[in-house]
């Protein structure tokens, strides 16, 4: 997950980096409801509220997925079984960041 905001002024898009998993976590992590940033690109400094973030999807894990995939599918080819789950691998990863983006996106504090 890739928690990001879009600056007022340059309009591009900055990342927060926080280990939470949803918005009440990332508010008992910072302690307020909001904070204080600055733009990577512009360098505007602006308050946002936790609200105003939202998550992007990352996809370096369905890659490693992909390539996780790819050598297992390798390994059990050569021992001459050919399985359809290690196409189920990557697929994985891209349903659980769908499902985290998802719940995050939908939940709101007060």
């Known amino acids: ?5 879009r ?4 309009k591009k898009d900055n990342t927060v980096k926080t280990k939470a998993a949803n918005r009440h976590g990332l508010l008992m992590e910072l302690g307020k409801n909001e904070f204080n940033k600055r733009c990577l690109h512009c360098g505007h400094f602006t308050k946002k509220h ?3 973030l939202y998550v992007d999807d990352n ?4 890659i490693i997925g992909f390539v996780l995939s790819a050598v ?5 080819w050569d021992l001459g079984w050919v399985s359809t789950l290690t196409g189920a691998i ?4 891209w349903i659980e960041m ?13």
């Open 1 to 5: 997950m890739k928690l990001s905001y």
């Open 7 to 10: 600056c007022e002024s340059c």
């Open 50 to 52: 936790i609200n105003r």
């Open 59 to 62: 996809y370096t894990y369905v």
């Open 72 to 76: 297992i599918t390798y390994l059990l």
């Open 90 to 93: 990557p697929l994985y990863f």
């Open 98 to 110: 769908k499902k985290k983006s998802s719940a995050f996106n939908r939940t709101m504090v007060k």
